[in-house]
């Protein structure tokens, strides 16, 4: 194609070739066998936790509301990109503009949603801790709800602006897109028009959404282990500690991943380190979050067993 053939949506390509996660051919089966397992696991994992959270009344609380948002949400961004990684393992993985554009739609959205919920979930806990006779007045399910659909709200505002403006590029020189998915950092890359108002609107987003949770997440567990810290009994640290674990290092795992790739102090940098991150983040985490609340919560664990039991002696 040449520059010449300009589509009426500012792009001469109709079609991108997305490389994969590895061009080593004594890789690709081995890879797609794990990927393949990994999102298996991440579909029943999120599922089960959202089916279990529906059917047992004493999870109906804030925080299981906000974990049942975080499994859907990990559910569905995991399904926007694994399905496509997948068949870059076995075949030329071809994408259309438009699909590709859809895509970065659902992953800005999903990956944005994931940033609002984990700060709600860290608010809660501050509530729960910092202020448990408040508990209730604080997290009431208008609070609840209203965080939500602010946390939504924000996702697509963010999603809209990012492919809104990755739409009046012009791609022109290529369309081999050096990734599994269609990222902002390798599309901007293949531009051949000016990326500036992008660049602009990816620090403006992607500040506001990992910047303003990661200092909000960083000062609501400042709270939470000062006031830990003061209570006397080994017993009551140890169990308010329980409480927040789980959610410490969730927050650790997706925001330290997704903040590699977007606050690098370089655009120049190793291409495969920069794959290893986003999978992390968009195909690890999703799998890990159902195990890292449900192992080491025993409300999740007792709600599992009597769901079960219940099960069993229907048959």
Do not use: W
Not at 201 to 217: R, Y
């Amino acid at each position: 194609m040449t520059p010449g053939m300009v589509s009426e949506n500012n792009s001469s390509v109709k079609e991108f070739i997305l490389l994969g996660l590895t061009q080593l051919p004594e890789l690709q089966m081995p890879f797609f066998f794990l990927f393949l397992g990994i999102y298996v696991v991440s579909m029943v994992g999120n599922l089960g936790l959202i089916v279990l959270i529906v059917l047992n009344p004493h999870l109906h609380t804030p925080m299981y509301y906000f974990l049942f948002n975080l499994s859907f949400t990990d559910l569905c961004y995991s399904s926007v990109i694994t399905p496509k990684m997948l068949v870059s393992f076995v075949k030329q993985n071809i994408i259309s503009h438009a699909e590709c554009m859809t895509q970065l739609f659902f992953f800005a959205f999903f990956v944005i949603d994931e940033c609002c919920i984990l700060t709600a979930m860290a608010y809660d806990r501050y509530a729960a801790i910092c202020k448990p006779l408040l508990y209730k007045v604080i997290m009431s399910h208008q609070v609840c709800f209203v965080l939500m659909v602010g946390g939504y709200t924000v996702g697509f505002v963010g999603a809209i602006a990012h492919t809104v403006c990755m739409l009046r590029l012009t791609f022109c020189d290529g369309n081999i897109i050096n990734h599994y998915m269609c990222d902002i950092p390798p599309l901007l890359k293949l531009s051949c028009t000016s990326t500036s108002i992008n660049e602009l609107v990816v620090f403006i987003v992607v500040g506001v959404s990992i910047i303003v949770p990661s200092l909000t997440v960083f000062i609501s567990y400042t709270l939470i282990l000062s006031n830990i810290l003061r209570i006397h009994s080994a017993k009551g640290r140890s169990k308010a500690l329980s409480t927040c674990s789980s959610h410490m290092i969730a927050v650790s795992l997706f925001f330290g991943s997704s903040s590699f790739i977007y606050f690098k102090s370089s655009p120049v940098g190793s291409v495969d380190k920069d794959k290893i991150s986003t999978v992390f983040y968009t195909v690890v985490v999703p799998m890990m979050n159902p195990f890292i609340y449900s192992l080491r919560n025993k409300d999740v664990q007792i709600a599992l067993r009597k769901t079960l039991k219940k099960n069993c002696s229907l048959k």
